[in-house]
């Protein structure tokens, strides 16, 4: 495994690594459009990562929350949950599409979470509607991650309920 090249391209940063030779050519792995080093020599550690332990280069995923949650729905809740869990579930799904639904999966972090955990408490009466929208959040991230492979890391699993909620704060 080689070094994490950074390099400036204009106004842009560029990552690239070496790969091992197939057919006596060296390869190369470049990506470009970085507004920081850090942020090139972040992706760039990932990738190299991926690409040695995983034997992939792995593509960003664009995907937003809301197309996923459909998918997920379809294609995986459905077939292997009860259908009374199911129906619980997707009534939530508007209210979540409407507060998380327009973020890409791989923008999904546990600060984010957390500001968007606040937001839903404006629509929940009580803690225990709260943690209904943040089980469906939790378990969708986590089959993103581990069924379906879309995110690196589930973000969901450092979420904690935030003691300032808005249902709270309107009661005193």
């Known amino acids: 495994m080689g070094n994490v090249n950074i390099k400036k391209r204009g106004s842009v940063y560029q990552y690239e690594f070496e790969v091992p030779k197939i057919t006596s050519k060296r390869r190369r792995i470049t990506k470009s459009g970085f507004k920081t080093k850090r ?4 992706a760039g550690l990932i990738a190299q990562h991926n690409f040695f332990f995983t034997g992939t280069k792995k593509e ?22 009860a259908k009374d869990t199911a129906k619980r579930y997707k009534e ?3 209210t979540l599409k409407k507060v998380m639904g327009h973020y890409k999966l791989n923008e999904i972090k546990p600060f984010l979470l957390n ?3 606040l937001e839903l ?3 929940s009466k009580s803690k225990v509607g709260l943690n209904q929208f943040l089980k469906v959040i939790r378990s969708s991230l986590r089959d ?3 069924y379906f492979g879309y995110i690196e890391y589930d973000p969901s699993s450092k979420l904690k309920v935030p003691n300032n909620l808005y249902f709270d704060v309107k009661k005193t």
């Open 39 to 42: 942020e090139a020599m972040e």
């Open 92 to 94: 939530s799904f508007k």
């Open 115 to 117: 500001q968007i955990a």
């Open 60 to 81: 960003e995923n664009t995907m937003i929350y809301a197309d996923y949650l459909d998918y997920w729905m379809e294609n995986y809740f459905e077939n292997v949950i």
């Open 144 to 146: 993103a991650e581990g």
């Open 121 to 123: 408490s404006k629509y």
